[in-house]
Nanobody, 125 residues
């Protein structure tokens, strides 16, 4: 039974960095496409990046491209999100989700199977 849990969130000043991890248990993370979402205050939850199980490609929303890097660590069974040059607009609750099926969206998957609980990120001076 696949389970996902996010970690690495916290408080950071503008321009700083954080590395989030989406840890999988119960099944290998490589079998699933993994997407990162954030819930920004006052807005809908949005997909910001994903790692495709089909071809190991990475996708990014325009708002994070060039600042965030998604990667898969098979030894640790995680999908990580390195966040650099953080801005106040990046504040929110960050979630990861795993799914399957082909998609051209920022989720990479067509069908979601499991969500993590979320980890908060606050970017403020």
């Amino acid at each position: 039974q696949l389970r996902l849990k996010e970690s690495g969130g916290g408080l950071v000043q503008p321009g700083g960095s954080l590395k989030l991890s989406c840890a999988a248990t119960g099944y290998t993370v490589a079998y699933y496409s993994i997407a990162w979402f954030r819930q920004v205050p006052g807005k809908e939850r949005e997909a910001i990046s994903c790692f495709s199980a089909r071809d190991a490609s990475q996708r990014y929303a325009g708002s994070v491209k060039g600042r965030f890097t998604i990667s898969r660590d098979e030894a640790k069974n995680t999908v990580d999100l390195q966040m650099d040059n953080l801005m106040p607009e990046d504040t929110g609750i960050y979630y990861c989700a795993g799914g399957f099926g082909d998609s051209d969206s920022l989720e990479c998957y067509r069908y979601v199977e499991v969500w993590g609980q979320g980890t908060p990120v606050t970017v403020s001076s």
